[in-house]
């Protein structure tokens, strides 16, 4: 059984707006169209785009979809577009599908060919949940029966020479699926179960619906950083990226912003990928005074290569002086910065010892910093 597929997206989106039609809105880091197309691709021989040329050349890059052929100004014009490009090709069967529809989970399009064995169509549906109503100016004239109504979903399946020849035949405009062709001329259609993430983007609401259902599983990764600098004098005092006016610096062999370092090491930590010193190793000459900015950048870079994201750092300085909280937004900002998140994903505070031990004796300046990273699962 040779199978074929045809993605119309040839709409303009009224109902979505936008400068653009919503078939090419990108989605969880690509366009709509091309989620719809990857749906479809595993499953047939071809893919037949219906749409601008201009628009889906691009969008479709390198997926192997045959030369788009231009739409009509109705879906059913589109569809057949379509059909009749394919006709060259003569498949078996054809699966039909709104470019609107990128999330169509891997066990539809199996139950639709496994269908076209029994009948000449099939598509997916959802039973309707909710409770109808039939209403005019606001105001409720009946409740529908619900019982034995679906939502149609696509893709649509039939088999080919009979949809080519209904759509040539048809007389009927307007009609919003292709299962309606074969219902009018009393042939059977089957439904297989559809799905809720198979949605079609219609509003722009629906947008945020489709980001949640194709964006990849995040799991989150604790991890935490500890760091230790003694005071000296002749040193600037760096801490989390901001100079403070002191009498005494942190020493050390870069720097000694002993936040940053903690904050490095707690990231380092969420990504188990060891620690601040295995990356810049002190034995190293070029990192001698180094601005840690450049290690904390160097740590960013490293959770985009794993493909995640910071959702969330808090650090928190040890130390009886210099008093921290008249800096700690300037802290806040600088490593939001350096980390490329909004501000509001850092904390920064600090805490004495109550005098006791190195730190509440004024001998060194400690940093203790918790990070939580989102990775794809
Ligand atoms: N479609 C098409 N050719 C048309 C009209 C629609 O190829 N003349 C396609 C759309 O691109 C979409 C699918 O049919 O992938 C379903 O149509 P719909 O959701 O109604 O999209 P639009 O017509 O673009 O949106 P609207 O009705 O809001 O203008
Ligand atoms: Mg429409």
Redesign the pocket.
Known sequence: MRAAAIL?????????GAGQ???FANVAGKPVVRWAAECLLPHVAHLQP??DPALLGPALAGLGCLPAVP?????Q???RAGLEALAPLAPDVVLVH????PCVPGHVVPALLAALARVPGAIPALPVADTLKRAAGGRIEATVERAGLFRAQTPQAFHYPTLLRLHRQSGATGL?DDAALLEDAGLAVDLVPGAEDNI???YPEDLMRLERALAPAMLPRVGIGFDVHALAPDRALVLCGVVVPHALGLAGHSDADVGIHALCDAIYGALAEGDIGRHFPPSEATWKDADSAHFLAHAAGRIVARGGRLANADVTLICEKPKITPHAAAMQARLSELLGVGPGLISVKATTTERLGFAGRGEGIAAQVVATVLLPA
């Open positions: 119309v997206a040839a709409g303009s989106g009224t109902r979505f039609p919503k078939q219906v749409g739409g009509g100004g109705a879906r014009d589109s569809v709104d470019a609107a529809r919003t079609k983007l219609t």
